[in-house]
């Protein structure tokens, strides 16, 4: 089934040379069928690039689903331009009456700050607050997640020595809770990131369930117990040449950075890195969606405490 965007949204391009169903607002009305909303609150400096990323996982599923982008507006984008934003984007007080089936937090490059610091942290608390009440499931990334885990539960970041990146290997500590269902004893995923949480906090709160780990990368998902808050450390919804881009543009910013882990052949940049992940990334998505959101969400959800 398609997801619901807007009939000029750059994504749909991409989407369709994918054989992605997509379904305009205009076409979806004629059909009698209620989607899932699903709300996506972007923080990535390339915003059309994660668009289209996190679209392409939510649109390899059978159910229908409405998406509305958002972006914090006590921040200034610097990579995304204002008409796209304008266009394409609202903010919280657009929103905020509102209630969503489920809502994406993305990452954001801002690890290395204290979260006071980050120039919209209260305006992401309010959303984090907002969230308990307003959307039946949140899915946490990267950044997010632990943005996430210190405002619900007090758990604090730690830096790493030096950036984690690369695509690394992971096992699945319970292959019968709901989300990881379909996944192997192993799979792959990216991380790209200079902080961590540490699994023996996720382990010291109750109402957490630590899901998949990686010997060099650490906690990869951990879950509330009811599924109304998930939490992936790394970033499932990257494309083959991610991190490549990124490895590339810290390289011509004089970084110093080290070759990605485990991505490269050879640890030749100048090869194409194989797509070990897109399976484990469309499944991670898909489980969320259906055993998260469609099969748990009550009937009533959207319309309680509507004005």
């Known amino acids: 089934m398609p997801i619901r965007i807007q009939a000029d949204l750059p994504a749909i ?13 205009e076409r979806a009305a ?76 993305t990452g954001a490059p801002v690890e290395k700050l204290p979260f006071a610091e980050v120039d919209y942290w209260p305006e992401m608390c309010e959303i984090l607050d907002w969230s308990r009440e307003n959307v039946y499931s949140t899915l946490y990334i990267c950044w997010a997640a632990q943005a996430g885990l210190y405002y619900h539960y007090g758990i604090e970041k730690h830096p790493l020595p030096q950036k984690l990146s690369g695509i690394f290997s992971h096992r699945v500590l319970n292959p019968y809770h ?27 709160h109750r109402e957490l369930i630590p899901l998949a780990v990686s010997h060099l990368a650490g906690l ?24 490549a881009k990124e490895y590339f543009r ?3 910013k004089g970084l110093d950075p080290q070759i990605p882990y485990n991505y490269f052949p050879d640890d030749d940049p100048a090869q194409t890195p194989p797509f070990t992940w897109r399976s ?3 499944l991670l998505v898909s489980n969320w969606l259906n055993y998260y959101v469609y099969q748990q969400v009550p009937f009533d959800f959207l319309s309680e405490g509507q004005p």
Not at 13 to 25: D, G, Y
Not at 220 to 239: K, M
């Open 13 to 25: 391009e991409a989407l369709e040379s994918e054989n992605i169903f997509v379904m305009t607002h």
């Open 30 to 105: 004629g059909q009698d069928i209620r989607p899932l909303r699903i709300a996506i609150l972007n923080l990535m400096p390339n915003k059309v690039e994660t668009e289209t990323q996190l679209l392409r996982l939510l649109g390899n599923s059978p159910l229908q689903v409405d998406v509305e982008l958002l972006h914090p507006a006590t921040h200034i984008s610097k990579n995304t331009s204002p008409s796209h934003l304008n266009r394409f984007y609202k903010t919280f007080a657009d929103v905020r009456e509102k209630r969503f089936d489920g809502m994406i937090i």
């Open 178 to 204: 709901p989300l990881m269902r379909g996944f192997d004893d192993n799979y792959f995923a990216p991380h790209s990131r200079y902080t961590q949480v540490l699994l023996e906090d996720i382990q010291a």
């Open 220 to 243: 990869h998902i951990a879950a509330q117990r009811g599924g109304r808050q998930i939490f992936v450390t790394g970033h499932a919804e990257y494309d083959r040449d991610t991190l």
């Open 250 to 252: 810290d390289l011509n």
């Open 280 to 282: 484990n990334a469309h």
